[in-house]
């Protein structure tokens, strides 16, 4: 089992900036890599980001590339999202997930094993 929770979100302007965390327990968590979805209202959970168990790759989805960064500790057990430039399509909940295996797949949340709780991320315009 690894358990993983989120934290960073709010409400932030257009143009403004946050920062998401997810910090993990239980399993040895650089076995997995990790990723990032978000879901808004009325729609389906979408890929983000996502980062290598190493940290040597990552990817993002075409409509945040440039504005968001995923990075990871595995050290101190834990994956990050910085957002920039934010938008208000960008309004969602964002969860942090943890998928154990080979690369492949990555941008497909029926691969990930384990989910965070999620947390809003709201931005006004």
């Known amino acids: 089992q690894v358990q993983l929770v989120e934290s960073g979100g709010g409400l932030v302007q257009a143009g403004g900036s946050l920062r998401l965390s997810c910090a993990a327990s239980?399993?040895?968590?650089?076995?997995?890599?990790m990723g990032w979805f978000r879901q808004a209202p009325g729609k389906e959970r979408e890929f983000v980001a996502t980062?290598?168990?190493?940290?040597?790759?990552?990817d993002y989805a075409d409509s945040v590339k440039g504005r968001f960064t995923i990075s990871r500790d595995n050290a101190a057990n834990a994956v990050y999202l910085q957002m920039n430039r934010l938008k208000p399509e960008d309004t969602a909940v964002y969860f942090c997930?943890?998928?154990?295996?080979?690369?492949?797949?990555?941008?497909?949340?029926?691969?990930?094993?384990?989910w965070g709780q999620g947390t809003q991320v709201t931005v006004s315009s």
């Open positions: 997930a943890a998928k154990a295996g080979i690369w492949g797949n990555r941008m497909s949340a029926p691969a990930y094993d384990y």
């Open positions: 239980g399993r040895t968590f650089s076995n997995y890599h």
């Open positions: 980062i290598r168990w190493s940290g040597s790759s990552v």
